[in-house]
Structure formats: C-alpha cells, structure tokens
C-alpha cells in the first residue's frame, strides 16, 4: 500500500508541475487578452461566495429592481449587506466598492 501511495504522490508531484506550467501560460495569455480588452481585474479584491437556494437569487435580482437600487450592481448589494452585518457586530465596514466613473 505504501509503494501505491508513494507513486501517486510522485504522479500528483508531476502532474502539479505540468498543470502549473500551463496554467501560468493559460493565465499569462488571459491576462493579455483581458488587458487589451480593458477587463483587467484589480489585484486587490478576492473572492467571496457562497451557495445559496435560487430564491435567494431571485430576490436580490428583485432588490437591484427596485428603483432605490438604480444603477446599483449586484456587487454594490452584497457590499452594502456585507456592511450592515459588520456594523451589526461592530467590526470595520470594509466592503467599500471602489468604481470607476466609466463603469
């Protein structure tokens, strides 16, 4: 069993190297790509998720509707909720959204 272990590690081993080889290539010409399209993503924010039931969706579609929301994005939603919990339990309200006037 432990010889069985050792030649999947190494496989993994290889194969990380490979796959990181050419995810760096994959993400170097994506990174090109995006920046002459003038979709670069700032290397500043990170990704926060979650899975939720569609309603749930469906619902801040229904916020971003509404017309105190105009012109809102989803972002802008989540950030402002995000706040609203931080305040709730008194930690910084960093979910600020930065944009541009051309966004």
């Known amino acids: 069993m432990a010889n069985t272990l050792k ?5 993994l081993k ?3 190297g490979t796959a990181q080889k050419t995810v760096q290539a994959a993400s170097s010409s994506e990174n090109e790509t995006s920046v002459k399209a ?6 500043d924010t990170v990704l926060i998720g979650a899975h939720f039931p569609r309603a749930v969706r469906r619902s801040l579609a229904q916020l971003q509707a509404d017309p105190r929301n105009d012109g809102k994005k989803i972002n802008d939603l989540l950030a402002e909720a995000l ?15 930065e944009r541009s006037a051309t966004e």
């Not at 003038?38 to 290397?43: A, L, N, T």
């Not at 931080?86 to 960093?94: L, S």
């Open 7 to 11: 030649k999947g590690a190494a496989q």
């Open 14 to 16: 290889e194969l990380a």
């Open 38 to 43: 003038g979709e670069g993503k700032s290397k």
């Open 83 to 97: 706040n609203d919990l931080f305040a709730k339990y008194n930690v910084p309200q960093t979910a600020n959204l």
